[in-house]
């Protein structure tokens, strides 16, 4: 599975757009783009994915870039309950399974 | 209606005691995971079953031993606890590839500290 790289932590102003941005530069054309998200320490949620085109849920966009080599998670409107460590993972399905590798993660601090 | 829930929420115990941890899923799904947390909160898959037999084993000692009566329920159990197990283990599961949706669910989480 490709390896993700996102920034230790960011800030956000609350009522702004919170973009988070994942590099997954060795990618490959089968593996999927997913993002998860966990509070302080409850179990991990999903909140998106997709593969090559953008999406768009009630929760959030995924931007993917062309290239597929990184991509943007972005909170239209950030609340203080978005504060969490937002996890960027590329995997594909291996011998009939799914294997979610969660990286460190970016700590997102959503500000009053 | 919970759709992944762990028991105990937490557990103290000591070392060299067994325990198990038990899972169960309420969504129709196939595949089931146990994940592990710790002290640095990374996040790394231990075991995954499909359809009651087991698919991924990330090099976990032998300690631990996942059971899988039916597809929903995982229950973990560890023998002989050190130490170094004491973490937050998560339960999750979700679709087998091709069935459905591919995102995976989560429990909440099951603390256990070994003194």
């Known amino acids: 599975d490709a390896k993700t790289t996102q920034p230790t932590s960011m800030d956000c102003a609350e009522g702004r757009a919170a973009n988070l941005p994942c590099n997954h530069s060795?990618?490959?054309?089968?593996?999927?783009v997913y993002w998860y998200r966990q509070i302080h320490s409850q179990g991990p949620q999903y909140i998106i994915h997709?593969?090559?085109n953008n999406e768009t849920n009630e929760m959030a966009s995924l931007i993917i870039t062309e290239d597929r080599k990184s991509s943007t998670l972005i909170l239209p409107h950030a609340t203080l309950r978005d504060t969490a460590v937002y996890y960027c993972?590329?995997?594909?399905?291996?011998?009939?399974?799914?294997?979610?590798?969660f990286g460190t993660g970016t700590r997102l601090k959503v500000l009053a | 209606d919970t759709a992944v829930s762990q028991t105990p929420k937490y557990l103290v115990t000591q070392m060299g005691n067994d325990k198990s941890i038990k899972c169960e899923q309420n969504?129709?799904?196939?595949?089931m995971y146990w994940y592990k947390q710790d002290s640095k909160k990374f996040l790394k898959i231990m075991f995954s079953?499909?359809?009651?037999?087991?698919?991924i084993n990330e090099t976990v000692p032998n300690r631990f031993s996942p059971k899988s009566p039916d597809k929903a329920h995982l229950n973990l159990h560890i023998n002989s606890l050190e130490l170094g197990d004491s973490a937050v283990y998560f339960c999750?599961?979700?679709?087998?590839?091709?069935?459905?949706?591919?995102?995976?669910?989560f429990g909440q989480g099951t603390r256990l500290t070994v003194v």
């Open positions: 969504l129709g799904h196939d595949t």
């Open positions: 999750a599961s979700s679709h087998a590839p091709g069935q459905g949706d591919t995102e995976a669910f």
């Open positions: 079953y499909n359809n009651k037999e087991l698919i």
């Open positions: 993972i590329v995997h594909a399905s291996t011998s009939g399974t799914y294997k979610y590798i």
């Open positions: 997709g593969l090559k």
């Open positions: 060795t990618i490959s054309g089968n593996e999927y």
